[in-house]
């Protein structure tokens, strides 16, 4: 089993930054980690994901370019750096992990065995 603990969300303003942490214990053999966000009334949707032993990222075109992801094999730690922040970045962010993945797979909630239990980031305008 793998636990996850997120921190860093916040109330910010347009065009603010945000570090995200999220720290796993128990069985931290992983091979991936990721983020997922879901807005009041909306469906869950990826963020960002990383490959644990390349640090291979992808991101969804939403926040591509202004949202960084990173790992830390040391602390078993992920982090998500958010800058320019618009309100629509507004939602509950959610760590993830998985032991393994099929390959193409990391975008979906699918792919991951174990959920945090988010941290809030509001984002006014």
């Known amino acids: 089993q793998v636990q996850l603990v997120e921190s860093g969300g916040g109330l910010v303003q347009t065009g603010d930054s945000l570090r995200l942490s999220c720290v796993a214990s128990g069985r931290t053999s992983l091979s991936a980690m990721g983020w997922f966000r879901q807005a009041p009334g909306k469906e869950r949707e990826f963020v960002a ?3 644990w032993r390349g640090g291979v990222a992808s991101y969804a075109d939403s926040v591509e370019g202004r949202f ?39 975008h979906t909630s699918g792919a991951y ?13």
């Open 49 to 51: 994901a990383i490959t």
């Open 68 to 106: 960084t992801i990173s790992r830390e094999i040391a602390k078993s730690a992920e982090y998500l750096q958010m800058d320019g922040l618009k309100p629509e970045d507004t939602a509950v962010y959610y760590c993830t992990a998985t032991h393994w993945y099929a390959t193409g797979t990391l």
């Open 113 to 125: 065995d174990y959920w945090g239990r988010g941290t809030q980031v509001t984002v006014s305008s």
